[in-house]
């Protein structure tokens, strides 16, 4: 299958300061991306998804301009938790896809983001 | 909009014996994709399976086949064989409206030595 990091894996942060969250598709190029949060021993939630090129799409309830994301390229998105705060400490999740109509999603080894 | 319903939080298996995992899912659409995928404690989400709603073969990989039922919106996942690295969260997702993957809650698989 289709391989994508995420970087970096684990991050601990002051409250208040921005954290970044990168998202590449190694072995393919990925017109859409996405970004999900898991609380502990839930599902998956999707945050947003993002395009290459253009403004990402986001989920009901959830910030934009709390969670910055930008797709710059066929290969990397990038999701910033601007003024974190301990509310936001959880696990976040990249997924990629070639084609999302029809196209499996291939997912990053997600981010633990603890904010003190 | 679509839903996904996993009915078992929790589920065991001996080794070496079979275990099925329920799903059933709700959408409007007519074409759309199903998908199980596996989160083990590294919770990296690892695919399982897909299967196409247009085709009516079950789709199988190796000790991991699918038991898909269109009509009763039933996408239940069989493994066969369990081993200890079996052990995981399994997640049956569908891929429709919007181009959304849309999850279940998730089946806790524990697999005993």
């Known amino acids: 299958g289709a391989v994508v990091s995420q970087h970096p894996s684990w991050v601990i942060c002051k409250s208040g300061t921005s954290v970044k969250i990168e998202c590449r598709s190694l072995?393919?190029?990925?017109?859409?991306m996405f970004w999900y949060r898991q609380f502990p021993k839930q599902s998956l939630m999707l945050m947003a998804t993002?395009?290459?090129?253009?403004?990402?799409?986001?989920e009901q309830g959830v910030e934009k301009d709390k969670f910055l994301i930008n797709h710059a390229s066929l290969t990397l998105s990038t999701l910033t938790v601007t003024s974190a705060h301990p509310e936001d400490s959880s696990f976040y999740i990249c997924?990629?896809?070639?084609?999302?109509?029809?196209?499996?999603?291939?997912f990053g080894p997600g981010t633990r983001l603890t904010v003190l | 909009a679509q839903t996904v319903t996993q009915s078992q939080p929790e589920m065991s298996v001996q080794e070496a014996e079979t275990v099925t995992l329920s799903c059933t899912y709700d959408?409007?659409?007519?074409?759309?994709?199903l998908f199980w995928y596996k989160q083990p404690p590294s919770r990296q989400m690892i695919l399982v399976i897909r299967?196409?709603?247009?085709?009516?073969q079950n789709a199988t990989e190796n000790r991991f086949s699918v038991n898909f039922q269109k009509a009763a919106k039933s996408f239940s996942l069989k493994i066969s064989d369990s081993q200890l690295g079996d052990a995981a969260m399994y997640f049956c997702?569908?891929?429709?409206?919007?181009?959304?993957?849309?999850f279940g809650g998730g089946t806790r698989l524990m697999v005993k030595p």
């Open positions: 072995d393919f190029q990925a017109t859409t």
């Open positions: 959408t409007s659409e007519s074409d759309y994709y």
């Open positions: 997924s990629a896809s070639s084609d999302p109509s029809t196209d499996t999603q291939y």
């Open positions: 997702a569908i891929l429709g409206a919007g181009n959304m993957l849309t």
């Open positions: 299967q196409e709603a247009y085709k009516q």
């Open positions: 993002s395009n290459e090129g253009s403004k990402a799409t986001y």
